[in-house]
Each structure stands twice: as structure tokens, then as C-alpha cells.
Nanobody, 115 residues
Framework: QVRLVESGGGLVQPGGSLRLSCAAS????????MTWYRQAPGKERELVAS??????NYADSVKGRFTISGDNAKNTVYLQMSSLKPEDTAVYYC??????????WGQGTQVTVSS
């Protein structure tokens, strides 16, 4: 059974850092495109960063501040977030996709950036 479990969210002050984790089970993440999305209240869900065998991709709004990476041994994908801003406040979701028939989402983890 495919499962994605996000963790690591919380409350952080502007300028702070957090590391989100997406623990995958039921499949090997490196065979899929793994993507972090976020959704702020009243806004559409947006892509934050993705990773696959041929590299990584970032939204312009997080380039230079966020880093996506994976740990094959733990079958886990991370999102290291630094220099956080209030506008980074959102629920962050992990997605695994290979095809139309293999497309899974986690339950999300809340990130709040506030003083």
C-alpha cells in the first residue's frame, strides 16, 4: 500500500528554518517524481520543489532558500526551508507521481511563519 507521511511543520519566526520530511512506503521514491506543494488559505495549491532522477526544480519564490533532497536508505524526501517569510505560511503536501495511475498525496503538514 502506497503511503506518504509528511512531518516537520510548525511555528517559526521570520528568518528561521524548518525541515519537512516525506516518508514514503509501499514504493521506492527514487522511481517517481517527488514534489512538494503548498496551499495557503484562500489560494490555489502551488508547486514548491520537485526531485527526480535527472534533477531538481524549484518555484522562483523559493529558489536560493529551499532545498529538496532524498535519502534512499530511509525512502524519505526532505524539504529544507531557510530564510522563511510570512508568505511561506501554508499547508505543505508531498506528492509521488509516475503516471496517471500512480499519483499519490500525503495528508499535509502546517507551516506557520510568524513573529
Amino acid at each position: 500500500q502506497v503511503r506518504l507521511v509528511e512531518s516537520g511543520g510548525g511555528l517559526v519566526q521570520p528568518g528561521g528554518s524548518l525541515r519537512l520530511s516525506c516518508a514514503a512506503s509501499g514504493f521506492t521514491f527514487r522511481t517517481s517524481t517527488m514534489t512538494w506543494y503548498r496551499q495557503a488559505p484562500g489560494k490555489e495549491r502551488e508547486l514548491v520543489a520537485s526531485i527526480r532522477s535527472d534533477g531538481t526544480n524549484y518555484a522562483d519564490s523559493v529558489k536560493g532558500r529551499f532545498t529538496i533532497s532524498g535519502d534512499n536508505a530511509k525512502n524519505t524526501v526532505y524539504l529544507q526551508m531557510s530564510s522563511l517569510k510570512p508568505e511561506d505560511t501554508a499547508v505543505y503536501y508531498c506528492r509521488a507521481r509516475r503516471s496517471v495511475s500512480f499519483d499519490y498525496w500525503g495528508q499535509g503538514t502546517q507551516v506557520t511563519v510568524s513573529s
